[in-house]
């Protein structure tokens, strides 16, 4: 008896040991899935100086965005929403909400693949232009989609939003800018009756597509005109600088934030700052001004721009030509949105850029930080799943006129997406 019952235990131990032989095996060769871990920030130009007591949800001002997270895909898109509406008395951010909120549901549906973001847009775009009740407007618009099984980015962009990648504190990857002309991007719109012949109207088609292989540990960087028109690539790597090579924990994870609001704070100071030579005033030496300063946030939805000068100024200037004496001062450059072709011109809109400086417009910075779900499973339980696997984690900092040069402590910071800047 004694004896049957010590190989009835062997032969259950090695039934055992034959059992975690396969357990190991199996963790040995699963798969490894990616994700992102989020941050956002923004700064809204128009209300600086006060409190709202009513907001929208994910915007900044007439820029929009989303986030979604789901088994299959993580997802993240933003929109800037052309300004030059207003002329009509329309709000330029509904039709970006609108547009962006779309685009959340239908990644949600469980019907989207990682692999398909221009589907996506293509589908959200033409369910808002069928809407019963027609949201006017135009903007532009970056969405990407991470796969997380093989962790590849796909991309679709259409205007001046756009993403960079950056690995090992190098920029591997930029989207491309989308422009009629200065300041004019590529834009999808919801138009009047009627007045299809003019305005500008791109199609979600001729967004710029692309896909791209990403890493653990790669940052990428989405964001609106806001962001690229005022600073340089090399000067949002500084500001990145920190999250390079920073491994999974809660300190990385406030610095996620932290960076995010930096890049924003770091654009308003470029947008102030009369002598710094800005990407968009290089851009405007391309057509032919001479300027210093940053962009004007002047977008609009006519179909051309026309350089003109304060005829009063151009004659004194003539006048002085050979003397020197005109003050740079005083030396204005107008645009006027004028419509080509002799067709009428429907947007009359002075937008002043002075080589004095420039003036702050909506700011939208998402950043996405790729992790590998191993590692994530082993990070400290002091970080909650949510906030690895995708919670819109929207940082609001209550900043006022001055600058901050150090990191916000925690009561400065507020995570609610009813507080705005």
């Given at each position: 008896m004694?004896?049957?019952?010590?190989?009835?235990?062997?032969f259950l131990?090695?039934?055992?040991t034959?059992?975690?032989?396969?357990?190991?095996?199996?963790?040995?060769?699963r798969r490894?899935?990616?994700?992102?871990?989020?941050?956002?920030?923004?700064?809204?130009?128009?209300?600086?100086?006060?409190?709202?007591?009513?907001r929208p949800?994910r915007?900044?001002?007439d820029?929009a965005?989303?986030?979604?997270?789901?088994?299959?895909?993580?997802v993240?898109?933003?929109a800037?929403?052309v300004?030059?509406?207003r002329?009509y008395?329309?709000?330029?951010?509904?039709?970006?909400?609108?547009?962006m909120?779309t685009?959340q549901?239908?990644a949600?549906?469980?019907?989207?693949?990682?692999?398909?973001?221009?589907?996506l847009?293509t589908?959200?775009?033409?369910?808002?232009?069928?809407?019963?009740?027609?949201?006017l407007?135009?903007?532009?618009?970056c969405v990407?989609?991470?796969c997380?099984?093989d962790g590849r980015?796909h991309t679709v962009?259409?205007g001046d939003s756009?993403?960079?990648?950056?690995r090992?504190?190098?920029?591997?990857k930029?989207?491309?800018?989308q422009?009629?002309?200065l300041n004019t991007p590529f834009?999808v719109a919801c138009?009047?009756?009627?007045?299809?012949?003019q305005?500008y109207?791109?199609?979600?088609?001729?967004?710029?597509?692309?896909?791209?292989?990403?890493?653990?540990?790669?940052?990428v960087v989405?964001?609106?005109?806001g962001?690229?028109?005022n600073?340089?690539?090399?000067?949002?790597?500084?500001?990145?600088?920190?999250?390079?090579?920073?491994?999974?924990?809660?300190?990385?994870d406030?610095?996620?934030?932290?960076?995010?609001?930096r890049l924003?704070s770091?654009?308003?100071?470029?947008a102030?700052?009369?002598?710094?030579?800005?990407p968009?005033?290089?851009?405007a030496?391309?057509?032919?001004?001479n300027?210093?300063?940053t962009?004007?946030h002047m977008?609009?939805?006519s179909?051309?721009r026309?350089?003109f000068?304060w005829?009063?100024?151009?004659?004194i200037q003539n006048?002085?030509?050979?003397?020197?004496l005109?003050p740079?001062?005083?030396?204005f450059?107008y645009?006027m949105?004028?419509?080509?072709?002799?067709?009428?011109d429907?947007?009359?809109?002075?937008?002043?850029?002075?080589?004095?400086?420039?003036?702050r417009?909506?700011?939208?910075v998402?950043?996405?930080?790729?992790?590998?779900?191993d590692?994530?499973?082993?990070?400290?339980?002091s970080?909650?799943p949510?906030?690895i696997?995708?919670s819109v984690?929207?940082?609001?900092f209550?900043i006022s006129?001055?600058?901050?040069?150090?990191?916000?402590?925690?009561?400065?910071?507020?995570?609610d997406s009813?507080?705005h800047?």
């Amino acid at each position: 008896m004694y004896r049957i019952i010590s190989k009835g235990r062997s032969f259950l131990r090695n039934i055992a040991t034959i059992g975690g032989r396969h357990e190991k095996s199996d963790k040995n060769t699963r798969r490894s899935f990616f994700s992102f871990v989020t941050s956002v920030s923004g700064f809204d130009n128009k209300h600086t100086q006060f409190e709202t007591q009513r907001r929208p949800l994910r915007a900044y001002g007439d820029d929009a965005y989303f986030i979604s997270i789901t088994d299959a895909s993580c997802v993240l898109g933003v929109a800037d929403g052309v300004g030059g509406w207003r002329s009509y008395g329309v709000d330029p951010g509904e039709f970006s909400m609108t547009f962006m909120s779309t685009c959340q549901r239908l990644a949600q549906s469980g019907r989207f693949k990682p692999s398909e973001p221009m589907l996506l847009v293509t589908e959200s775009y033409h369910e808002v232009l069928d809407a019963k009740t027609p949201i006017l407007g135009s903007a532009t618009f970056c969405v990407i989609s991470l796969c997380r099984s093989d962790g590849r980015l796909h991309t679709v962009c259409l205007g001046d939003s756009g993403y960079l990648v950056i690995r090992h504190g190098i920029v591997v990857k930029r989207s491309a800018n989308q422009k009629h002309t200065l300041n004019t991007p590529f834009q999808v719109a919801c138009l009047p009756p009627n007045e299809h012949g003019q305005f500008y109207r791109d199609s979600p088609e001729q967004a710029i597509q692309d896909s791209f292989g990403l890493e653990p540990s790669d940052l990428v960087v989405v964001g609106t005109d806001g962001l690229f028109d005022n600073l340089t690539d090399q000067m949002i790597l500084q500001e990145l600088a920190p999250l390079q090579n920073c491994d999974l924990s809660l300190a990385s994870d406030e610095l996620l934030d932290w960076c995010a609001y930096r890049l924003v704070s770091c654009a308003r100071d470029a947008a102030d700052n009369p002598n710094f030579l800005s990407p968009f005033a290089n851009e405007a030496r391309q057509y032919g001004l001479n300027i210093a300063g940053t962009s004007q946030h002047m977008m609009n939805i006519s179909s051309s721009r026309a350089l003109f000068l304060w005829p009063e100024l151009l004659i004194i200037q003539n006048l002085f030509l050979f003397m020197f004496l005109l003050p740079p001062c005083i030396r204005f450059f107008y645009y006027m949105s004028s419509l080509s072709n002799g067709r009428s011109d429907h947007v009359r809109c002075f937008n002043v850029i002075a080589i004095l400086g420039g003036v702050r417009g909506d700011i939208t910075v998402m950043l996405a930080l790729v992790v590998n779900e191993d590692a994530v499973s082993d990070v400290h339980s002091s970080i909650s799943p949510t906030s690895i696997y995708g919670s819109v984690k929207k940082t609001v900092f209550r900043i006022s006129r001055g600058r901050s040069s150090s990191p916000p402590s925690a009561l400065a910071i507020t995570r609610d997406s009813s507080l705005h800047l």
